[in-house]
């Protein structure tokens, strides 16, 4: 993965004046500001600036001094990300229970379908550590006995792994926002469901609940906004009319596994642009929902021969 700019993050309780003070020091070093966005969620305060380095006044690991020491001053946690070289990427897993997302994934960076190594397993139940030792990769269980994690603890193994991106193969918590704002557009989740359609817990009930004849699932990026974020890939099914949760689910998951590792391969690739709370990608290789059989499928008349109603804001 690259980019030519460096990714300046900030993390903290919102206050007044911080903008100011970090955007002066970085003038001062130098550095041009090219991309700057902030957000506020439950009295979090976060701001990620993209920024061209290649002609600051001082060296990398003094700027990074400078940020640091200023965040010290003002209460804040503040990062910096400078471009790297092809390389490659670092993957956390996060999980609890189901394996089927893991397995597929520690498959996919075995086999070399996706460039990426998955460095570490962090689960919030220890249940899925026997999979991750048969792949030699390491497991740490960062929750109490009931399940809720401590996210310092999560924080703290994603800084000591250096991680790149953080996917949720089947982890069954929201994160918080110190999480979701430290890597915005670096956590990729799995949900059963097309979403927007049913989000949160228990959607393959809610799909028979909802008398659905065609369900699905949905890979997309993590944002503070449950089962929200900008939608990736898609797999459908067909609902029988006889159909109970545990049938919905059988079905659906080996399509949660493919759409999650597809997910995964168009992100490491810079393939997904995200742009107005969506995404727009860039390989014409690439299954973002249907396969075109379905397509052809599709009934090709009869068609308005007048289709201009569609410019009055008809669909």
């Not at 670096?186 to 059963?192: D, Q, T, Y």
């Not at 049938?247 to 490491?268: K, M, T």
Request: glycine share 8%.
């Amino acid at each position: 993965m690259t980019t030519d700019l460096t990714e300046i993050l900030v993390v903290g309780d919102d206050d007044t004046g911080h903008l100011a003070q970090i955007t002066n020091l970085v003038f001062e070093h130098g550095v041009n500001i090219e991309d700057l966005d902030q957000d506020v969620r439950d009295g979090a305060f976060r701001m990620t600036m993209h920024v061209d380095t290649s002609e600051m006044e001082c060296s990398r690991d003094e700027l990074r001094d400078s940020l640091s020491t200023l965040g010290d001053d003002l209460g804040l946690d503040i990062r910096v990300r400078y471009p790297e070289g092809p390389g490659t990427a670092s993957i956390a897993a996060l999980v609890t229970k189901e394996s089927h997302c893991l397995e597929a994934l520690l498959e996919a960076a075995e086999s070399g379908r996706i460039d990426a190594d998955v460095d570490v397993v962090i689960g919030n139940r220890p249940r899925l550590r026997s999979l991750a030792e048969e792949y030699d990769v390491p497991f740490h269980d960062v929750a109490d006995e009931n399940g809720v994690p401590d996210e310092d603890e999560l924080l703290e193994l994603l800084d000591e792994y250096e991680v790149d991106l953080i996917a949720l193969a089947r982890y069954i918590r929201i994160l918080g926002p110190e999480v979701v704002f430290r890597y915005q557009h670096r956590i990729i989740n799995v949900h059963p469901s097309l979403l927007p359609a049913f989000p949160g817990a228990a959607a393959y009930t809610q799909a028979i609940e909802g008398g659905v004849r065609i369900a699905g699932v949905t890979a997309h990026y993590v944002t503070p906004d449950l089962d929200q974020g900008p939608i990736i890939t898609q797999r459908a099914f067909n609902v029988p009319d006889d159909a109970e949760t545990d049938d919905l689910r059988e079905r659906g998951q080996p399509l949660e596994a493919d759409a999650f590792v597809e997910a995964i391969r168009l992100h490491l690739n810079g393939d997904v642009e995200i742009g107005r709370g969506r995404t727009y990608v860039d390989d014409d290789d690439a299954q973002l929902g249907l396969p075109q059989e379905a397509d052809d499928l599709n009934p090709d008349e009869p068609v308005d021969e007048d289709l201009t109603v569609a410019a009055h804001g008809d669909d």
